[in-house]
Nanobody
Framework: LQLVESGGGLVQPGGSLRLSCTTS???????IGWFRQAPGKERELISC????????DYADSVKNRFTISRDNAKNTVYLQMKDLQVEDTSVYYC????????????????WGQGTQVTVSS
């Protein structure tokens, strides 16, 4: 299973972006987590959606600003980001886990190459 992230870019503070995570195989049975990693920092889990969308989690740092969703017909999970701030600047990655979400980064596998999000004026 391979993952490809896309949708990153340069945006001004307060702006929006939508990231996509597309899987090479059917995503029907996988939970997808979005992570980010800034230089010198650990990779952090910011959002996760279970295989059937019945469970969705957000880190406090992105709650009420980011929205995760999935389209299993397209094998794609989205992360809609609004009101972006400078501290959101990171490389964003997605990872998969069988069916359900987990708060533990180590439970996710098959990382993509990441997509850079830069928030700057």
């Amino acid at each position: 299973l391979q993952l490809v992230e896309s949708g990153g870019g340069l945006v001004q503070p307060g702006g929006s972006l939508r990231l996509s995570c597309t899987t090479s195989l059917t995503a029907d049975y996988y939970a997808i987590g979005w992570f980010r990693q800034a230089p010198g920092k650990e990779r952090e889990l910011i959002s996760c959606i279970s295989y059937d969308s019945s469970n969705i989690d957000y880190a406090d740092s992105v709650k009420n600003r980011f929205t995760i969703s999935r389209d299993n017909a397209k094998n794609t999970v989205y992360l809609q980001m609004k009101d972006l701030q400078v501290e959101d600047t990171s490389v964003y990655y997605c990872g998969v886990r069988w069916r359900s979400c987990s708060p533990d980064r180590a439970d996710f596998v098959s990382w993509g190459q990441g997509t850079q999000v830069t928030v700057s004026s």
